[in-house]
C-alpha cells in the first residue's frame, strides 16, 4: 500500500537573522526573521529553537500569508498565538529540541520587556500574559512528550 505525503510549505522557509537590538522575530510569507537582540538574549539552542518553531508554525498555520487588517483584531489574534505556541512546542521536540525551554525563553523575552509592553505587541502579539504564557507553555510541552511516547 502506498501512502502520499505532500510537504507542508514551511519546508521551504528561510531564517534570516537581523542585527537589531530589538528583542524580536516574525514571519512573513516563508521568511523567519529573528532579530539579534532576541538571538543574544536567548544564548541555549532549545530556547532559540522554540522561537523559529513558533514562527515555523505561523507559516504551517496560513497565519504569515494573511493581511495587517485581519492580524489587527485581538481575538483572532490571540488565537494565532496560541496554535502558534502549541503546534511550535511538537515541532521543536520532533526536531530533537527540549519542548521544556519554550517557558524559560518566554520568561527571558517577558523580564527584559518589562516596562515597554509595546516591545511584546510589536508584530506578533497580543500574547497571552507572560505568567499564564510561561504556565501554558509549560503544560503544553509535557502533553507534547507524552503524545511522543505513544509512538
Ligand atoms: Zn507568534
Redesign the pocket.
Known amino acids: 500500500m502506498a501512502t502520499n505525503l505532500t510537504g507542508q510549505d514551511a519546508c521551504k522557509a528561510s531564517v534570516t537573522l537581523i542585527a537589531d537590538r530589538h528583542i524580536n522575530a516574525s514571519s512573513s510569507g516563508n521568511n523567519i526573521f529573528v532579530n539579534s537582540g532576541l538571538e543574544n538574549l536567548l544564548p541555549n539552542d532549545d530556547e532559540l529553537a522554540f522561537i523559529i518553531a513558533?514562527e515555523i508554525a505561523?507559516i504551517i498555520l496560513g497565519h504569515s500569508k494573511l493581511s495587517r487588517d485581519a492580524l489587527k483584531v485581538h481575538d483572532r489574534r490571540l488565537a494565532m498565538?496560541v496554535a502558534?505556541d502549541t503546534l511550535g512546542l511538537r515541532l521543536m521536540l520532533r526536531a530533537g529540541y527540549a519542548p521544556e525551554s519554550a517557558a524559560s525563553a518566554n520568561a527571558k523575552i517577558a523580564h527584559a520587556a518589562r516596562g515597554s509592553i509595546s516591545k511584546l505587541l510589536n508584530l506578533?502579539g497580543p500574547y497571552m500574559a507572560p505568567k499564564d504564557r510561561s504556565t501554558f507553555l509549560a503544560q503544553q510541552a509535557a502533553q507534547a512528550g507524552s503524545e511522543n511516547t505513544l509512538q
Open positions: 513558533h505561523h498565538e502558534a506578533h
